[in-house]
T-cell receptor
Framework: SQQGEEDPQALSIQEGENATMNCSYK?????LQWYRQNSGRGLVHLIL?????REKHSGRLRVTLDTSKKSSSLLITASRAADTASYFC???????????FGAGTRLTVKP | EAEVAQSPRYKITEKSQAVAFWCDPI?????LYWYRQILGQGPELLVQ????????DSQLPKDRFSAERLKGVDSTLKIQPAELGDSAMYLC?????????????FGPGTRLTVT
């Protein structure tokens, strides 16, 4: 069963704009991770945020975590056509090495 | 940079046939995972190994699927007999516990088409 749910399911923006994707989950977590998947390929780890962290940055990526609302957001700033991919959040249930992925947000960045 | 290897990358098989996928995790990664990803959905865990032992196979359809990791290194996932509904991407991942966190590294996947 999947725990994370990404929103929106699909997002289309112009190059240079910012893209925001949201993830909601159901149970307590130890950490939350975001992954990217290019069409027909494996997943690539982007960023991890622990349950005691509220915000984290990595290059053009900014992730926030609100454990009271059981939600996270991924912001990609100054998007590029190469950012076109599906983005998944995955939660590591507390004290359990059992990653559960959402259905993903399909991001299209138009040049 | 070390990567998770999977083969084959693509497989087409007829229903009722047997099919096998192979995965070689990153060296030193004790935990290995097999996921199934149906088009348009997120990966779903099929089986998780810690070294050679199965930790979680609750979502593995055991009547037709089997997985092994005999020496705690590479792993094989088998489907016999294959059904039309098994068409999907099969992803292998491995992880290492670092600072209390398991970060998973994924292979390129095997895309299975059952006809």
């Amino acid at each position: 069963s999947q725990q994370g749910e990404e929103d929106p399911q699909a997002l289309s923006i112009q190059e240079g704009e910012n893209a925001t994707m949201n993830c909601s989950y159901k149970t307590s977590i130890n950490n939350l991770q975001w992954y990217r998947q290019n069409s027909g390929r494996g997943l690539v780890h982007l960023i991890l945020i622990r349950s005691n962290e509220r915000e984290k940055h990595s290059g053009r990526l900014r992730v926030t975590l609100d454990t009271s609302k059981k939600s996270s957001s991924l912001l990609i700033t100054a998007s590029r056509a190469a950012d076109t991919a599906s983005y998944f959040c995955a939660t590591d249930a507390y004290n359990n090495n059992d990653m559960r992925f959402g259905a993903g947000t399909r991001l299209t960045v138009k040049p | 940079e070390a990567e998770v290897a999977q083969s084959p990358r693509y497989k087409i098989t007829e229903k009722s046939q047997a099919v096998a996928f192979w995965c070689d995790p990153i060296s030193g990664h004790a935990t290995l995972y097999w996921y199934r990803q149906i088009l348009g959905q997120g990966p779903e865990l099929l089986v998780q190994f810690q070294d050679e032992s199965v930790v979680d196979d609750s979502q593995l359809p055991k009547d037709r699927f089997s997985a092994e990791r005999l020496k705690g290194v590479d792993s094989t996932l088998k489907i016999q007999p294959a059904e039309l509904g098994d068409s999907a991407m099969y992803l292998c991942a491995s992880s290492l516990l670092t600072s209390g966190v398991y970060e998973q590294y994924f292979g390129p996947g095997t895309r299975l088409t059952v006809t």
